[in-house]
Every structure is written in structure tokens, then in C-alpha cells.
């Protein structure tokens, strides 16, 4: 299996986080773009989010362009925030103080910008509206998920256009505990990084809600995948120990 390249959609929350996070580390993923919209925060701050955690991997706005999606739903509504993620969208970890501006929104044309990649959309439909349609990894995106209640009339008119692929179900909850639990156990013994301590706590947020790895999961599935909670912990772990 080659190396699949990644465009993505983000509204940049926990799990966000942490796909950003699988999408750069894994060998088998490359990450081309990433779009970031509203949804389970305003657009300003999942902008934000996305470039911290970039920032935190070492990854310049050059290598992976960072733009705005959608701010509101296709009816020009607000979208419902999320409080599952915290105000900040990152239980809290997201660095102090306003949001960055956001990036330049995402132009119709700019959907072909990454021939080659697989789009894989983390978050609401609505920017697809305006990009020609074409096929899509989707998460949380059929009617009652998530990503189709943050706007229904955009993820219908989507999967009415497009041809969605959609996420598998995830591990489940009690075998992703465990997993966080031996995470945790490895990473102990591991000198600390900032990513590090950050990805540790976006588990432990997950594992508190009994959600385990989310849109993660998915795009960790993606790369082949079948226990996804211990492949983050052991790209991490090479990480580390390449950075120390």
C-alpha cells in the first residue's frame, strides 16, 4: 500500500486535533490541505485550533496551506456549537486569548487544487456546496450523526451530488479505554514533549466521554488501520524519540 495523500475539512475540536495529528505522523498519510471550517466552534477558532496544532508538529503554513471553509450553515444560520469540546474546542488546551484571523475562505475552484488527494471531510458539509462534486470520505455525516446535524439541508444536498464514502463505525468504547490506559502507560516512560502532553490529554478528554478517538479513527482506518488508539500512541512514540 503506497502513500495515500490527504485533503481535509476540519471544524478543528478534540478529535480534529487528533486526526490533524495521525494525517501528519502516520507513514502511510501524507497531508496536503487542510480547510478549515465552523462547527463544533466558529470558523476564526477552528482556524486557530488547526494552526496550533500544526504548529506543535513542526508543520509551516507552506507545506500544508491552512484556508476557511464555511463560517455558517448553507441557510446562512450559525452553527450550533458543541460544548462536548470545551468553549475552546480543545477541552481547554488551546493556547490563551483570541482566535487568529481567519485564513482567505476556500474558493470553488480550489477544490481540484490537490489532484490526487482523497478529500476527507471531519466536519460539516457546507463548504462542498461550492466545489464541484466529486467523492469524499465523510465522517458523522449520515442523517442523525453529528456532522449532518450541524447543517441538514447542506449534508443532504451533498450526499445527494457527491459520492460519499462513509467512515466505518469506530472501536468501541470499552476496547478504546484500555488502549488510552496502555497509551498512557507507554508514554510514561517517554521524556515529555509539548505534543505529547497535549495528544495525552485530548485522550484522556475522549476517554472521559466514552467517544474514544472519533474523526481520528477515521482517517487512521484510511492508512489501513485496525486499532487506532494504539497506532496514534506508537507514531507519537516514534515521534519522540526522533525529536529527543
Known sequence: MGVLRL?????????????????????????VEVVATGGNVARSQSV??????LGMLGVSAVPVPVTAGAGRRAD????????VHGADGLAG??????????????????????RGALLV????????????????AATYARPDEANYALDPAAAARVRGTWHVHDAPAPEDAAAVAQAIDRAADRRARLPATDLGRL????????????????????????AGESRPVDTLAEILRVWEHMRT
Open 121 to 136: 471531510c471531519l466536519g460539516p458539509l457546507t463548504t462542498l456546496l461550492g466545489w464541484d462534486p466529486g467523492e469524499v
Open 199 to 222: 495528544v495525552v490529554s485530548l485522550l484522556a478528554h475522549q476517554a472521559a466521554r466514552g467517544t474514544g478517538l472519533g474523526d481520528a479513527d477515521a482517517v487512521l482506518r484510511l
Open 48 to 53: 486557530a485550533n488547526t494552526r496550533f496544532v
Open 7 to 31: 485533503r481535509m475539512v476540519v471544524d478543528t475540536g478534540v478529535d480534529d486535533a487528533l486526526a490533524l495529528v495521525a494525517a501528519v505522523l502516520h507513514p502511510g498519510l501524507d497531508l
Open 93 to 114: 488546551l488551546a493556547p490563551r486569548g483570541q482566535p487568529q484571523a481567519a485564513a482567505p475562505p476556500a474558493a470553488p475552484h480550489e477544490h481540484t487544487a490537490a
Open 76 to 83: 446562512g444560520l450559525p452553527y450550533a456549537g458543541r460544548a
